[in-house]
């Protein structure tokens, strides 16, 4: 077996083995959105993103996943890392740099990987991981497999995280489009009454209720964002962008699992 099994960071034990190395096809297949007119990316709405800018974007998952942010930064245009102009080259450095630092600001988050892979979808796409304070464990490689395996973190602490993240972006430019949650509450049924030494408390609140002083507890806030989800980059991240964009639009809402 490899040394990187013994890593303390390998998230698997007992016992595993390799899989038998396949021959190399001659042809390698296409990936998703080679074209511009068949990528995802380019149809999807910037309702699908929790910050826009006339040249970038910024997406998270559908859901919480095991790390306190996963995010993906990926070009307007229809372009591969190799293919940015000079422009755009020098601002993915800047972006790159501004969206660590934005991760990195939010409570709970030690380091920020940043990882491209690219054989999923060929518009360009940035993978930022945050790995928690203090978890060890987690460090180096397998961070993004860790994020399948640990338990979601709360969905209030995510949603907050990604409105503070968008609003940190927005400081420099662009349009953030992540919202805090709404805080969850309902009025009380009715107003306590007088306590009555010779009248059960559950007699009073009937009789409360008969004479039509019960007040109707309100429909409690929703939360505003529902976010796209991104498939396992082998299966080609983008397959699934437009589905959850769509939606999104169709439920009234406003919008994902890192593709490695």
Not at 138 to 148: I, K, P, Y
Not at 160 to 178: D, I
């Amino acid at each position: 077996m490899p040394e990187f099994t013994k890593w303390p960071s390998f998230p698997f034990e007992g016992d595993i083995r390799v899989k038998q190395i396949e021959e190399p096809v001659e042809v390698e297949p296409s990936r998703k959105g080679e074209d511009s007119a068949d990528c995802v990316a380019c149809a999807a709405p910037d309702e699908a993103y929790i910050w826009v800018s006339d040249r970038w974007r910024v997406r998270a998952m559908d859901q919480p996943s095991g790390l306190p942010m996963v995010l993906i930064l990926e070009s307007r245009s229809h372009l591969d890392l190799g293919d940015l102009p000079n422009l755009l080259a020098a601002e993915l450095g800047v972006m790159t740099v501004r969206l660590e630092r934005a991760i990195r600001s939010l409570d709970g988050v030690a380091r920020v990987h940043v990882n491209r892979w690219g054989d999923g979808s060929a518009h360009l796409h940035m993978w930022f991981l945050a790995r928690p304070y203090g978890r060890l464990q987690l460090r180096g490689t397998f961070l993004s497999l860790w994020d399948a395996i640990l338990p979601p973190i709360p969905e209030m602490q995510w949603r907050e995280n990604l409105a503070l993240v968008a609003a940190w972006l927005a400081e420099f430019g662009g349009r953030p489009l992540a919202e805090p949650p709404h805080i969850q509450w309902q009025a009380p049924s009715s107003f306590a009454a007088a306590a009555d030494p010779d009248v059960p408390a559950d007699s009073a609140a009937v009789e409360s209720a008969a004479n039509g002083s019960a007040t109707a507890a309100p429909e409690p806030v929703s939360s505003v964002a529902a976010l796209e989800e991104p498939d396992d980059e082998a299966a080609a991240i983008e397959a699934a962008a437009v589905e959850a964009a769509s939606a999104s639009s169709e439920s009234g809402l406003r919008p994902e699992r890192p593709a490695a």
